[in-house]
């Protein structure tokens, strides 16, 4: 029992020395919500994770703008298999929205799925800096341009510029080469 309790004190340790090195709960990017932000009464129950950088939450479907993580498999999109760090990035956004007390998001437009486009705020932080920090997202600002929200874009910017990614395939690269095609199901 002795060493049961031991091990889980360690892994504790671990994950908060993580987090901490990601500087996603001690550093704030922003310390405020945005004009025209929409609050998210968040009630955990409704929230889905479609994969790192995309979720639902009740019927709104939301794609996180200034980031892009590794994909995890979704055969309905042409996706097979999951990309390296593609659960982590995840999990790891999962694990911010679980302690999350506020949760805001400023839209720009749909995108080709329905989902909205938008940056995601979480107690004032952007969602994106944090996975940006955390070494499982590509910055998409210098791709996308800012989409009408240029002082977010410079943080995010500033961001990936002080941060490490971890040794993946450029997620929009790995789509590229990993794409199937999706066979037209009855009723689709």
């Given at each position: 029992?002795?060493?049961?309790?031991?091990?889980?004190?360690?892994?504790?340790?671990?994950?908060?020395?993580?987090?901490?090195?990601c500087?996603?709960?001690?550093?704030?990017?922003?310390?405020?919500?945005?004009?025209?932000?929409?609050?998210?009464?968040?009630?955990?129950?409704?929230?889905?994770?479609?994969?790192?950088?995309?979720?639902?939450?009740?019927?709104?479907?939301?794609?996180v703008?200034?980031?892009?993580?590794?994909?995890?498999?979704?055969p309905?999109?042409?996706?097979?298999?999951?990309?390296?760090?593609?659960?982590?990035?995840?999990?790891?956004?999962?694990?911010?929205?679980?302690?999350?007390?506020?949760?805001?998001?400023?839209?720009?437009?749909?995108?080709?799925?329905?989902?909205?486009?938008?940056?995601?705020?979480?107690?004032?932080?952007?969602?994106?800096?944090?996975?940006?920090?955390?070494?499982?997202?590509?910055?998409?600002?210098?791709?996308?341009?800012?989409?009408?929200f240029?002082?977010?874009?410079?943080?995010?910017?500033?961001?990936?510029?002080?941060?490490?990614?971890?040794?993946?395939?450029?997620?929009?690269?790995?789509?590229?080469?990993?794409?199937?095609?999706?066979?037209?199901?009855?009723?689709?």
């Open positions: 029992m002795k060493h049961f309790r031991h091990k889980q004190i360690f892994a504790l340790l671990a994950i908060g020395i993580f987090l901490c090195s500087n996603l709960f001690v550093e704030k990017d922003i310390d405020f919500i945005p004009e025209g932000a929409q609050v998210i009464e968040m009630d955990k129950a409704k929230l889905t994770m479609d994969d790192g950088d995309s979720f639902f939450y009740d019927s709104l479907g939301i794609r703008l200034g980031m892009d993580t590794p994909e995890i498999a979704h309905e999109h042409g996706f097979d298999e999951d990309q390296a760090y593609g659960r982590e990035a995840e999990a790891l956004t999962a694990l911010i929205f679980e302690g999350a007390g506020n949760v805001s998001y400023l839209a720009f437009q749909k995108d080709g799925y329905g989902r909205m486009l938008a940056h995601v705020f979480i107690d004032g932080d952007l969602l994106s800096i944090k996975l940006i920090r955390a070494g499982l997202a590509y910055e998409t600002v210098s791709h996308y341009g800012d989409n009408g240029p002082q977010l874009a410079e943080r995010i910017l500033k961001a990936a510029e002080e941060s490490q990614t971890k040794e993946f395939i450029p997620p929009h690269q790995w789509r590229r080469a990993n794409r199937k095609a999706v066979e037209e199901q009855p009723g689709n």
